[in-house]
């Protein structure tokens, strides 16, 4: 019982209310802890935030999940939503030289005309070979270039990974490490349905009414999520993080989490051991815009179609509703062009109208029938800390979850490698750190 009273008097402050702010709050909800939950923005959500339109909410950047993604399932689940949890069989296509290719399956794989077909059973076999791969940190010794010349060949790289490299990590493309890519192959291979064809989840209504939901079943638990309540400094006293600055007051608190992304934490960090802010400030981002269009018609039956052309300016097509169809948006379609790059590139910091002024030739060039006057309206959204820099040796640089100053601990994007930083990744983490927090706690 004494025990029990201990637990009851812990605080635990958290930054962020993105998906691992919450889900280490839902974790930390189970257990008897006072938890508070600060987040800048007036709405929670992070990066898998959202707006409204058609009468239902939509990501600002698409967001599929894998049938392999057990954390968000199980979430789902807990939170009593699992009917609203929808998978479907998908097309993923591939836009070279003048046309989309499908490349859904191995059979598509067979059929990719581009490569030549020797290559294409060699581009086969290293997905084989990625399965049978035990120790992934072996391949992180290498880049994901050099794992693919030698075991594909020169074209297969250069005609088909190079430019999804690019279209991804833009000038460090060369750098990426070949665990990255393993992880990447494995992850997608097991998420194919009977026909081989990928199956990916989508939440009805959108992401924004499971945040919802999640937000009033944390409330109903008790815990205060804060927002528009930006954490400006992290207190450390006497070597340890004992309080937080939110909106210029200090909050006093046993233990802080810190769910948001590196930048940010090093920013309230700014007191943080020197030694570790600089390694921690060698991860690397990339930004990423996202234009939303609203149609009155589909541009194609492909949900995501990678852009292998190096002069698009936007790097992959993702059609929402080919994903869930349109009845669920008013019988409107709505499609993401996407884009990743440095912020200091000039198309990062462009308004809607220019930045679809620049894509309307290519979007003509890939779908022929396209009409701008289709475009009902247009949503822009951009991120300057979209994806980290995943390069050759990344599982060095992977921070802890404990940081070197007691109290203080750590969930974030950065840490998810070399799987992709997918949300059920991110949920992962945030409950195993909330399970070490309180095993600290107890102490
Ligand atoms: C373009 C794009 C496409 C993606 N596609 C997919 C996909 O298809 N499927 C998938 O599963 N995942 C996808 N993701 C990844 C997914 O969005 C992220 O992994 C996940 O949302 C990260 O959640 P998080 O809570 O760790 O961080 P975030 O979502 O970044 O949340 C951090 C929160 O902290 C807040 N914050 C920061 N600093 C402070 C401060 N000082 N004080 C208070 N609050 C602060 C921020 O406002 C934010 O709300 C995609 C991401 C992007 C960018």
New binding site residues.
Partial sequence: MANRDMLTKSHVCI???????LSAAWEFSNSGFEVDV????AL??????WFESAGTTLEK?????YNK?QDIIQLIQELDQRENLVFKSTITGCFYVNRIYRLSSPADLLKYKPLKLLDRFRLGLLALRAKAVKDWKTLDTLTAKEWIIRHAGESVYTILWEPLFRSKFGRYAPDVSAAWLWSKLVQRGGSRGKTGSEELGYFKGGYGLLFKELQTRLGARGVRIHLK???QEIGIEDGRATRLKVSGEWVKCDAVLA???LP?FL??GSTLPEEYRRELGEIGFLG?T?LVLKLNRRLSETYWVNITDTGCPFVGVIEQTNLLDETHYQGYHFAYL?RYMDIQDPFYGMDARNLFEAYLPYLEKIFPNFEPDWVLEKFLWR?PH??AVVSVGYSRKIPADRTPVPGLYLT??AQIFPED????N?IKLARRTARLIAQDLRR
């Fill in positions: 930054i962020g209310a993105g998906i691992s702010g600060f987040e800048r923005e929670p959500g992070g990066l898998a935030g950047f698409y967001h599929h999940i993604d309540s930006p954490v769910a948001c992304q940010d920013e309230a990423n996202c996407s991120e979209a994806q974030t994007m930083r997918q949300m059920s991110g």
